[in-house]
């Protein structure tokens, strides 16, 4: 594992070599907004799935978290920034835990640009795995941790407000999930090049990023 000031760029000789070796690009947004604008419904989906759950448990109103019918305000100070931060921070790392052999990893990479925290790899990884730690941040917070908490009596009005933070910033994640499954066979395997992504059936050598 490698810590970077900057995501990994797309290659375009890797690109090349990429395709010469039978491996296929995934039909994706090109551009991180695009990839937000057609999360849209995901997001709502996954808040009303992490609603769901926490209703099960405690009650939640609008007005607890500052919304009310004539008015909306909130209250932002250093401890609810602290607390978004441990938020994106928990987010990332789930995704790297779940990335095989991270550790020993020269192709895995962690770091923190202008936008966030960001775990990227160009690892080979099979498709089962891949859709693990693409969709693990929003399992473990935004649905199991919630249950967790209910049973527990612990969910207060923080903690509903970053799961279900957390609900809708992994709409994006959820987006990419649904075409990994649609597109990628079940034995396939994945690659990362910058902001693309590859599938190929085999398990075979890549070349190396130059």
């Known amino acids: 594992?490698?810590?970077?000031n900057k995501l990994?760029?797309?290659?375009?000789?890797?690109?090349?070599?990429?395709?010469?070796?039978e491996w296929v690009p995934i039909k994706e947004p090109k551009y991180l907004i695009?990839?937000?604008?057609?999360?849209?419904?995901l997001m709502i989906i996954n808040a009303l799935i992490s609603v769901g759950i926490i209703n099960i448990f405690s009650n939640v109103s609008l007005k607890e978290f500052g919304i009310e019918p004539n008015s909306i305000s909130f209250t932002i100070n250093l401890g609810s920034i602290f607390f978004i931060m441990l938020l994106i921070i928990f987010h990332e790392l789930l995704h790297l835990?779940?990335?095989?052999?991270?550790?020993?990893s020269e192709n895995t990479f962690i770091g923190l640009t202008l936008f966030g925290v960001f775990v990227a790899t160009e690892e080979n990884i099979p498709?089962?795995?891949?859709?693990?730690?693409?969709?693990?941040p929003f399992?473990?917070?935004?649905?199991?941790?919630?249950?967790?908490?209910?049973?527990?009596?612990?969910?207060?009005?923080?903690?509903?407000?970053l799961i279900i933070l957390?609900?809708?910033a992994s709409s994006v994640d959820i987006l990419y999930l649904l075409l990994i499954i649609k597109?990628?066979?079940?034995?396939?395997?994945?690659?990362?090049?910058?902001?693309k992504t590859y599938w190929n059936n085999k398990q075979r050598g890549c070349p190396k990023r130059q």
């Open 34 to 41: 695009s990839a937000i604008f057609l999360s849209f419904p």
């Open 97 to 104: 835990i779940f990335i095989p052999n991270f550790i020993k």
């Open 183 to 195: 597109q990628v066979p079940k034995n396939g395997i994945l690659k990362n090049n910058g902001h």
């Open 1 to 4: 594992m490698k810590i970077k």
């Open 127 to 136: 498709k089962s795995r891949f859709l693990l730690v693409t969709i693990a």
């Open 139 to 161: 399992i473990i917070i935004s649905v199991i941790l919630p249950i967790i908490l209910g049973f527990c009596g612990l969910l207060t009005s923080t903690l509903k407000f």
């Open 166 to 168: 957390n609900s809708l």
């Open 8 to 21: 990994p760029q797309y290659n375009e000789s890797l690109h090349f070599e990429l395709i010469k070796n």
